[in-house]
């Protein structure tokens, strides 16, 4: 079933220095199309971690290799490794400031291939490493200092893609792993510097893809990084005009283009006596997907046809190096499958 065969052409296909651009005009936008998980996913696995009491986890992220899986940092429980059957094997570093241990981490990578993990905090002058079995080894010198970087380790290069600082020389370069910058990704992008700002990077495909979330609306596109050409190249941006500029994210995956039409986000204040207080900004965001070959795209929803029709609030941001990943409370999820079995 091809779910956008009646949605409207709401892109234009244009040649930039020579590399394929897609532009959407938002305003082109019609109805929503709710499309099942399966059609972008191929099965559902739920896999029972082990249960004791130094494997228990509060994660709500994980990533994912072949055999492995790795749960963020959370609370006051550290990283831990399980492999695809859910047995426990290690905790991957502590929390600390000593060697092998961190206060806050930004993403992490498993790399099966050199039997390595590699994970980033949020500001550092290091990548940290460790073994399979937990141990810390010698951690990565950075070429700079790293502010909520994404990270890339592929053979013996790291590509860094972090947010533009203006104390930092450079936010996207390839270095080998000992701390030798091997060249810059060369870049125009100029926004002001706000710790609000989010790197994306999805890589749902085998394109590097990477866009910034800014609280500051502004106009910006979704980028392409070609480690052959050594360049950033723009591939994807809805042309939102006037007032209907408002934050917003791009992400990619296979055969699509999507995003986001604004945000919503959690900011804290302080008041006059000092006490902070949690309040939500922004306005409700609309989600849209946008076919590569036809340009056809549309408002969109995402249901969870595996498990009982749930609806996910945010379609866009799910979908990571090609798995759709969460950790679930053994209660709560009882509690689905109790409501999924109810339904038809």
Known sequence: ????????????RTVLDGEEFIEM??????????FPLSYFTEELQIIKLDDRDEALVSAYKVYASENYFLTQASGNIPCKLFDKQGRYIADIGSFGQGPGEYRTLYVGQINESDGRIYLMPYTTESLLVYDLEGNALS??????????????????????????????????????????????????????????????????????????????????????????KKKLIPRFTANFKGEALKPHAYAEWPGYFLGSTSSIVTVART?????????????????YIVDKKTLKGTYFGLVNDFFGEERFNDPVFILQNGYYLVCVDPGDLGERIEKALKSN
Not at 25 to 34: A, E, G, N, W, Y
Not at 190 to 208: H, W
Not at 271 to 286: F, I, L, T
């Open 1 to 12: 079933m091809n779910y956008l065969e009646d949605a409207p052409v709401v892109a234009t």
């Open 25 to 34: 005009d938002p305003s082109l936008l019609k109805d929503t199309v709710i």
């Open 139 to 228: 951690p990565v010198p950075l070429v700079h200092r790293a502010n909520k970087s994404l990270f890339l380790v592929r053979g013996d290069e790291l590509l860094v893609m972090g947010e533009p600082h203006p104390d930092i020389p450079s936010f996207i370069w390839v270095q080998d792993l000992k701390g030798n910058k091997l060249y810059d990704i060369p870049s125009s992008l100029n926004f002001p510097f706000d710790y609000s700002t989010d790197v994306l990077s999805f890589r749902n495909g085998d394109a590097i893809d990477l866009s910034h979330w800014t609280w500051r609306p502004r106009t910006d596109s979704l980028y392409h990084i070609d480690l052959v």
């Open 271 to 287: 008041d006059e006596s000092g006490n902070v207080q949690m309040r939500q900004e922004g306005d409700a965001p609309a989600y």
